[in-house]
């Protein structure tokens, strides 16, 4: 059982300001909540689960101690911030403030005013799948630790580092580290060769990116268009940059 | 102004059934409406906007006569099946149903159980970006005209067939077809040559590709993992094969 207290807590973090002043956020679901028990970046203090949930973690030896509470179907359904409840809500703690510290060999994403926590999530993901350790997003992007960018990451959160803070800041750190960014007017991607270190910049889910960024890039870069579509969602537009370029 | 009835027909809507029975479904967003005016597969029999956005309709004077009823903020926010209300909506007609025929030189995606709304229509976007004109979903995926998949689609849903009907049926009608699946266990796309002609399968976000469709894969092909997510996204799988082999 939860008392009131505790449900209007867990109901507070759905909004960046309870998140940012508890120093905590919420991972929603059994794959997600899964791999966050996998790793040790982030701490996760506490879950709030079906007792079916419960009973099946502690059957399992290989799975350490977990301070838990057993909560009914309509109770998830109250403190979850998405749109499906899930079996399970782990309450995390958010990790310290990362700086940007790229490795020779390393490749960063470097994301403008990403609007959408689900393109987030999934950009997280995909960074995740090709190795790249660091994300960089501009302030004005989505919450790194909104409920359904946690969801969209699958897991992927406790193992890429999160980094808020002005790009051009960042870059004017690096001046000597390859910039290529994602355009709609830049050189083909089937002419770029492939590579191992840079940051690849993707903007905005309808504006792109600013004039203040690009130039900080020394290759634009598109994918080409066969068809007629306008454009692609951000977060394919990267995987399919990482698909060509950096394997 | 819309009756009270007019307001229950079009917030019936947000649910296939009356979709079905209707024949009608909503497009929402300056965008997406945007995009269906420009094309004749896909009637747009009516709008609900705000003043701005008619009168901004109006003068332009490329734009035919269009059926528009101005609205509220208010009233907008009440018939939008979106979390997030726009400034426009669209009533449409569902096409007539199609029936796959692939020509020569063509490629068609092939959709197992794709359950998600969003995940479905960024597919449509994709396919309409790389010029694949068909689109086969499996009975039970989300429905092409779900709101979600409208608006994640950003209209290329008027440009992309939509053609639901088992796919094992369908690929028992073309033996001679290419058929390569995205599994996590096929050869790695950066040793498959690209191709023009064939059927790409994406299968369910959770569970893949059945077995039963599996049978049907001359090929199953698998994006190499670099780092440690444990998959992608349904759809920038799609998208990252895409990016390597049609082009």
Redesign the interface.
């Known amino acids: 059982m939860l008392s009131k207290a505790q449900i209007k807590y867990i109901q507070s973090l759905r909004l960046k300001k309870y998140r940012q002043k508890s120093g905590r956020f919420l991972a929603e679901g059994i794959?997600v909540v899964d791999?966050l028990l996998k790793q040790d970046y982030i701490t996760v203090e506490e879950v709030y689960a079906l007792p079916e949930w419960i009973d099946q973690y502690n059957r399992d030896a290989q799975h350490t101690a977990l301070s838990s509470v057993a909560v009914s179907a309509e109770l998830l359904t109250r403190i979850s911030a998405l749109h499906t409840a899930q079996p399970v809500i782990a309450l995390c703690r958010i990790p310290p403030a990362e700086i940007w510290d790229p490795k020779p060999g390393q490749a960063t994403f470097m994301l403008e005013s990403i609007r959408d926590p689900?393109n987030l999530g999934?950009l997280i993901?995909?960074?995740?799948?090709?190795?790249?350790p660091q994300i960089v997003c501009s302030p004005d992007c989505a919450d790194a630790f909104n409920p359904r960018t946690i969801q969209?990451s699958?897991?992927?959160i406790g193992?890429v580092r999160m980094i808020e803070r002005s790009l051009s800041a960042c870059l004017k750190d690096q001046p000597s580290i390859p910039v290529y960014a994602a355009t709609l007017q830049g050189k083909d991607?089937?002419e770029i060769p492939p590579f191992k270190e840079g940051v690849l910049l993707i903007g905005n889910e309808?504006k792109g990116l600013s004039e203040e960024i690009l130039k900080f890039a020394t290759r634009q870069i598109t994918?080409?268009?066969?068809?007629?579509?306008?454009?692609?969602?951000a977060?394919?537009?990267a995987?399919?940059?990482?698909?060509?370029l950096?394997?």
């Open positions: 794959k791999e689900g999934t993901r995909i960074a995740d799948w090709f190795g790249i969209a699958m897991g992927s193992r991607i089937r309808s994918i080409p268009r066969v068809g007629k579509a306008e454009s692609l969602n977060a394919v537009a995987g399919i940059i990482c698909g060509r950096l394997l």
